[in-house]
Structure formats: C-alpha cells, structure tokens
C-alpha cells in the first residue's frame, strides 16, 4: 500500500477520503496516509524486536545473550525514533523526505493549530 500511496497520488487521495473508522477528519486522514511509509519502517522495526527477543530465549547463556539484548536495545531505539517520525509527519509533515512527493505541500494536522493560536498572539500586541 505504501508503494501505491507514493506512486498514485489519486488512490492516496481516495484512501484518505475513504478511512472512515479514524475520528481525526481528512486531514488526519490524509496525514496518516502521508506517513504509511514511515509507519511500514516502524512496523519492521517492531518485527525485529519480537524476533531478537524469540531468539533471546533460545539462545540462552553466553556471548550470544548480550548480542541479541544489544539488538533488541537497537531495534527499541529505532521503532522509538521510527515513531517520533511518524507523528512528526502527520502532525506537521516534517521531514519532507519521508513523504510522497505530492503530499509535501500539505501541512500538518497540528501546523494550521499553532499558526491560528500564534496570530491571535502576534494580533493581540
């Protein structure tokens, strides 16, 4: 799917328009379907930690123990900044590399919040 939404500007469009069971409206939509990409990687990364803690059990005792823990550590590390990424491009579609080509004129989900409350701020002096 992810592949599509970077490709096919079209079906991103009809996928956010169609996502009916999140409550965030479309443009929430349309930022979660901005950051499939980033939330695939997330997922991988989330694969590895359940895989490297299987083999943790099997593996037990010895220098192979500490490796996998260091790649479990590794793999916990990068589906946390994983999703620091995610959230960061559906609320303001930063970094613009993690988004398809033609979604990176939009702006973020909370972008149009903090623009709206710092007029009000810079209007009221």
Not at 103 to 115: A, S
Request: no cysteine; hydrophobic share 50%; net charge positive.
């Amino acid at each position: 799917m992810s592949r599509r939404v970077w490709r096919d500007p079209d079906f991103a469009r009809r996928l956010s328009q169609r996502m009916t069971g999140l409550s965030y409206g479309l443009e929430g939509n349309r930022g979660a379907v901005r950051a499939s990409a980033v939330l695939t990687v997330e997922l991988v990364f989330l694969g590895g930690i359940f895989v490297t803690g299987g083999l943790e059990e099997v593996w037990q005792g010895g220098s192979r123990e500490d490796v996998l823990l260091a790649l479990v550590l590794l793999m916990v590390a990068l589906f946390l900044l994983a999703a620091a990424v995610n959230l960061s491009v559906v609320w303001f579609n930063i970094p613009r590399w993690t988004v398809p080509s033609h979604m990176r004129g939009d702006t973020g989900v909370k972008t149009e919040v903090l623009r709206s409350r710092w007029a009000r701020l810079t209007r009221k002096r």
